[in-house]
């Protein structure tokens, strides 16, 4: 079977950190870029941020800039988001994705588009920031 297992999301109070967890399954992840997103009921899945394959290149969103930090394991399969001084607004599903190089560029500075193509995409799991 070929996915992306997500976990640790839940409830956290403000101010609080979480730490996500996205682990392939059936196949490697050492190949792919690797995007986070999150999704508000009614608004468009948008990304918040991305690594590269080797780990090299990592862009944020500005919202989660200096809160949020995405690194890999490429050796256990697995991508992390750990999530500090988390807010209200960060309240979201959220996803993980394996998608191609150009998904997470240098230059472009910023994560990949939700209109890029990705080759897995994660269930998704709650975070919900309140007290």
């Known amino acids: 079977q070929l996915q992306l297992v997500e976990s640790g999301g839940g409830l956290v109070q403000p101010g609080g950190s979480l730490r996500l967890s996205c682990a392939a399954s059936?196949?490697?992840?050492?190949?792919?870029?690797m995007n986070w997103f999150r999704q508000v009921p009614g608004k468009e899945r948008a990304g918040i941020a991305c690594?590269?394959?080797?780990?090299?290149?990592?862009n944020y969103a500005d919202s989660v800039k200096g809160r949020f930090t995405i690194s890999r394991d490429n050796a256990e399969n697995t991508v992390y988001l750990q999530m500090n001084s988390l807010k209200p607004e960060d309240t979201a599903i959220y996803y993980c994705?394996?998608?191609?190089?150009?998904?997470?560029?240098?230059?472009?500075?910023?994560?990949?588009?939700?209109?890029?193509?990705?080759?897995?995409w994660g269930q998704g799991t709650q975070v919900t920031v309140s007290s």
């Open positions: 994705a394996a998608g191609p190089a150009r998904t997470c560029l240098k230059a472009a500075g910023t994560p990949g588009s939700v209109r890029l193509k990705y080759d897995y």
């Open positions: 690594i590269s394959s080797s780990g090299g290149i990592t």
């Open positions: 059936g196949f490697t992840l050492d190949d792919y870029a």
